[in-house]
Every structure is written in C-alpha cells, then in structure tokens.
Nanobody, 123 residues
Framework: QVQLVESGGGLVQAGGSLGLSCAASGSIFNINVMGWYRQAPGKQRELVATITTGGRTNYVDSVKGRFTISRDNAKNTVYLQMMSLKPEDTAVYYC?????????????????WGQGTQVTVSS
C-alpha cells in the first residue's frame, strides 16, 4: 500500500501564488507517476499535472504556463507550484500516484489518492 499525505492549499486572492506538496510513504518502490488532480463543486475530477520518475511532465491546457509540477525522488515527494491563480482554479486538489506491480506472469498499475486539500481563489 501507498499512503499519500498532502500539505499546502488554502485561500488566496486572484493573481496570487500557492504551493502544494505530497509525500508518499509505505510501499513506494516502483511509483512511476505522481501528480495532481482537482475537483471543483459540481464538476468531474480532472487531471492538473503529472510527472514521471524521469521528470517528464504533462499539464492540462488551462494551467500551462502558470503551474509547475516537480518531484524529489529521494524524498518521494511531488510538488505543485501554482502562480497567477484564477477563481476557476478553486477546487479540492488530490495527490495521485501510480505504482507498477510486477508479478511473475503479469504486470499492472495500482492507483493511489491523497485525501485532498482545498484551494480557494477569491476574485
């Protein structure tokens, strides 16, 4: 099992900045992808950004140029630096990790989620 503990978040004015971090613990071997999803009230959960062990990143178009995801593999921690925040960024942000499970005759991925942290951007 993998446990994900988020920190950061809170209330910020539009145009401001905020940082999130997420530390993984437990069975952390072979966690290939870490990232962040978010869910606004009345909306589906959406991908914000992901990063692989090798540092390859992926962002949803709406945050490109404003958010930066990074990862410290030694600390098993992923970060999300959010700048130029907009009211539409308001959501619960969830840390996400994908662990590769390799057995003798099969391989598959397990997904893990953090408990979520609220980000509120006031206009």
């Amino acid at each position: 099992q993998v446990q994900l503990v988020e920190s950061g978040g809170g209330l910020v004015q539009a145009g401001g900045s905020l940082g999130l971090s997420c530390a993984a613990s437990g069975s952390i071997f072979n966690i290939n992808v870490m990232g962040w999803y978010r869910q606004a009230p009345g909306k589906q959960r959406e991908l914000v950004a992901t990063i692989t062990t090798g540092g390859r990143t992926n962002y949803v178009d709406s945050v490109k140029g404003r958010f930066t995801i990074s990862r410290d593999n030694a600390k098993n921690t992923v970060y999300l630096q959010m700048m130029s925040l907009k009211p539409e960024d308001t959501a619960v942000y969830y840390c996400y990790a994908v662990k590769r499970i390799e057995r003798l005759y099969e391989s598959y991925d397990n997904e893990y989620w953090g408990q979520g942290t609220q980000v509120t951007v006031s206009s």
